[in-house]
């Protein structure tokens, strides 16, 4: 059955038929290819990422077996985010964007929590340490992993 619900297909071969979607936080988009024309600091939410089930394999492979982010990889314009309303960004000064750390934080805080448990909490599924591996990974990328809030 057809939920409705992924907008967008496979970030890493376009693939419509997609299985796992993993959430990023919105600065993060800066790693993706073809990201420079997108404003990530207009971006409402969360940046979710859409995987078919050959390219989930590989990411989990890059993340648990070799350790690399598979950020890079994925295209920015085949990312699922939600950008503020125009209008609104025309009326706010550029310096009243919308702050992004809440978000950042509550991201982190996730991402720790699943790679810490997992394989000993049944409910943390290897997806969620894979999102929660690659979310701290960009965190450190971008110099944000030790920032306190
Ligand atoms: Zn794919």
Redesign the pocket.
């Known amino acids: 059955m057809y939920t409705g619900q992924t907008e967008q297909p ?1 970030c ?4 419509p038929e ?1 299985n796992v979607r993993i959430d990023i936080f919105p600065r993060a988009v800066q790693l993706l290819k073809h990201s420079d024309p997108i404003a990530w600091r207009d971006i409402e939410g969360e940046v979710s990422l859409h ?2 089930a ?2 989930w394999d590989l990411v989990r492979e890059l993340v648990e077996e070799m350790g690399m982010s598979p950020l890079g990889r994925c295209n920015a314009a085949r990312a699922s985010m939600v950008f503020r309303e125009d209008f609104e960004a025309l009326l706010n000064d550029v310096r009243d964007e919308p702050d992004q750390t809440p978000l950042e934080r509550r991201l982190r805080e996730q991402a720790e929590t699943h790679v810490e448990s997992y394989g000993d909490d049944p409910h943390v599924s290897e997806r969620d340490y894979v999102e929660g591996w690659i979310v701290l990974d960009a965190l450190d990328e971008l110099g944000l992993a030790t920032a306190e809030p």
């Open positions: 496979c890493l071969c376009d693939d997609t995987f078919c050959d390219d």
